[in-house]
């Protein structure tokens, strides 16, 4: 299963911002953006009949599973026959089957990783500064809050942008990757219409929260966007020195690239088998705060197939906990 690199992948849907963004800069162009999105949830509404995508978003959106779970102090929490239990997330249980090597941060992994590390095709020469205030975890659960608040805010409660600015606490707190996620949307007629929902699967007793779905206007199609920011400090896609995954995803090596895409496609999965809402496309989309830009990234095909996917759950059920 070779993959290419998720620049040549992502070329047709690049974008590229400016360098930095002062005060006045972030705000006019968050108006620009808030305009264009606004047409685009008025051109995809006025329609007549209803389009036959609305239904699927309707009964998503009403689907009863949502009742049954909520966020408690960033965990998971499932009410079934009226006893509350918290559940695994997704990242643990795919840690647990597949990953060698469970640790997250680069830095801390195996000295066999240190390779991959020591210097990666983005930094020829000084390493560029990043324009956001925040990095690592911090810079991406920041990221992810401002485009769910931008979605809940500006589209779902059509507020204003006073409003929206004051709830990520203010034109100075706006950051530049927000900007690049949400210009991304515009260029490729992608309306968000729902963010970090919470999702549960029974059969495997996972639970995971979707970070972004949108509907591509143009296309007539609902994506399933995860958002990924940073992965500048080592080579996102396989190294010679990655070992491969646990079996039986073997054939693949342990690397973000394929990490972020089993993410991806376990959350597509819960969607189709558990809310019966099976996207036309799903997406990864890497933004990249130092080099100031932002790539999307297909699901790859190595995965779409009906005995890929037969192994992955069969996998993911074996380390389901007792109920």
């Not at 643990?92 to 000295?111: G, V, Y």
């Not at 990490?259 to 036309?280: E, K, P």
């Amino acid at each position: 299963m070779e993959t290419t690199d998720h620049e040549n992948i992502s070329t047709n849907i690049s974008v590229q911002e400016e360098d930095a963004f002062s005060r006045a800069q972030k705000r006019v162009f968050l108006e620009r953006i808030v305009t264009d999105i606004r047409a685009l949830h008025a051109r995809y509404h006025d329609v007549n009949p209803p389009r036959a995508i609305h239904e699927k978003l309707k009964r998503f959106r009403q689907h009863e599973h949502h009742r049954f779970i909520r966020v408690v102090r960033g965990v998971f929490q499932v009410t079934l026959s009226g006893r509350a239990s918290f559940w695994s997330g997704l990242k643990p249980r795919l840690k647990q089957a597949f990953w060698p090597d469970t640790e997250e941060d680069p830095t801390k992994r195996s000295r066999a990783d240190h390779a991959r590390r020591t210097k990666t095709r983005y930094y020829r020469g000084k390493r560029p500064a990043s324009a956001c205030a925040s990095y690592g975890v911090v810079h991406g659960e920041c990221v992810h809050r401002q485009v769910h608040l931008f979605v809940r805010y500006i589209l779902l409660g059509a507020s204003k942008l006073d409003a929206y600015l004051e709830a990520i606490g203010g034109d100075d707190a706006l950051d530049p990757c927000t900007l690049r996620m949400l210009q991304l949307c515009v260029r490729n007629q992608w309306l968000p219409v729902a963010s970090e929902t919470a999702l549960w699967d029974q059969q495997s007793r996972i639970a995971t929260a979707l970070d972004l779905l949108v509907v591509d206007v143009c296309e007539d199609k609902i994506l399933l966007i995860e958002m990924k920011t940073g992965y500048e400090s080592e080579e996102y896609t396989a190294h010679p020195t990655d070992p491969p995954m646990r079996a039986p995803m073997h054939q693949l090596p342990d690397c973000p690239f394929w990490r972020h895409q089993l993410q991806l496609w376990a959350t597509q999965l819960i969607l189709a088998r558990s809310y019966h809402l099976c996207v036309d496309q799903a997406w990864i989309v890497l933004i990249l705060p130092r080099m100031r830009g932002i790539h999307a990234i297909p699901l790859h095909d190595a995965l779409c197939t009906d005995r890929a996917r037969a192994f992955f759950l069969e996998t993911l059920e074996r380390g389901t906990p007792p109920a």
